[in-house]
């Protein structure tokens, strides 16, 4: 099973970017998938997770990032918008079968992890 997390970059404040995290090894059509980042000094932090259904995120990011999942092409993606200097981080992608509601959030409910992807955001 792996996750390969592309589309970092360097981008001014305001700008968008698009990250993917393409699945390969199995099918992740029910795999709850997320997104975390960590920026320098700082824990790594829960940004977003889309289940079948529904779609999760922290505060900071909402009305500014989309998740979303192409099944069929056994990828996740994460649309950041009016992107922000506090932004700037390493941006992982994560999946696990077995994700539940209480550990949605939580590093340890995710079973796989692929790199990251950097995003930079100049101000």
């Known amino acids: 099973v792996q996750l390969q997390a592309s589309g970092g970059g360097l981008v001014q404040a305001g700008g968008s970017l698009r990250l993917s995290c393409a699945a390969s090894g199995r099918t992740f059509g029910s795999y709850v998938m997320a997104w975390f980042r960590q920026a320098p000094g700082k824990e790594r932090e829960f940004v977003a997770a889309?289940?079948?259904?529904?779609?999760y995120y922290v505060d900071s990011v909402k009305g500014r990032f989309t998740i979303s999942r192409d099944t069929a092409k056994n990828t996740v993606y994460l649309q950041l918008n009016n992107l922000k200097p506090e932004d700037t981080a390493l941006y992982y992608c994560?999946?696990?079968?077995?994700?539940?509601?209480?550990?949605?959030?939580?590093?340890?409910?995710?079973?796989?992890w692929g790199q990251g992807t950097q995003v930079t955001v100049s101000s």
């Open positions: 994560a999946a696990d079968p077995g994700n539940i509601a209480s550990t949605r959030m939580m590093e340890y409910g995710y079973r796989y």
């Open positions: 889309i289940s079948r259904s529904n779609t």
